[in-house]
């Protein structure tokens, strides 16, 4: 499976965005998918998972209420959509998928990872 992450930018405090991690290669729909992200100078870290039909998601407790992460499994695409954006957001996101928990924290237990896209927030 190769992913291909989009719509990371800049954005003010308070706004938004939507990233979109586009699969190609084997059915994505067999794939539990994730994001993660990456803060300079920090490790990686769990961002939200979602299960192969999209009926479950898990978030981490800093974005929880704020993140929303879906899936279409017909255009074999999962999304991130970011609301009340905080400086701290700051950070590369990857998209992944392949683990055998959605809600796996472990970046070892997550097999196919797309480039990242960049999310700049200012203040």
């Known amino acids: 499976v190769q992913l291909q992450a989009s719509g990371g930018g800049l954005a003010q405090a308070g706004g938004s965005l939507r990233l979109a991690c586009a699969a190609s290669g084997r059915a994505f729909s067999a794939y539990h998918a994730g994001w993660f992200r990456q803060a300079p100078g920090k490790e990686r870290k769990f961002v939200a998972g979602?299960?192969?039909?999209?009926?479950?998601?898990d978030y981490a407790e800093d974005v929880q209420g704020r993140f929303i992460i879906t899936r279409d499994n017909v255009k074999n695409t999962v999304y991130l959509q970011m609301s009340s954006l905080e400086p701290e957001d700051t950070a590369v996101y990857f998209c992944?998928?392949?683990?055998?928990?959605?809600?796996?924290?472990?970046?070892?237990?997550?097999?196919?990872w797309g480039q990242g896209t960049l999310v700049t927030v200012s203040s």
């Open positions: 992944t998928a392949g683990a055998t928990n959605w809600i796996s924290r472990n970046t070892d237990s997550w097999y196919y």
């Open positions: 979602i299960n192969r039909s999209g009926y479950r998601k």
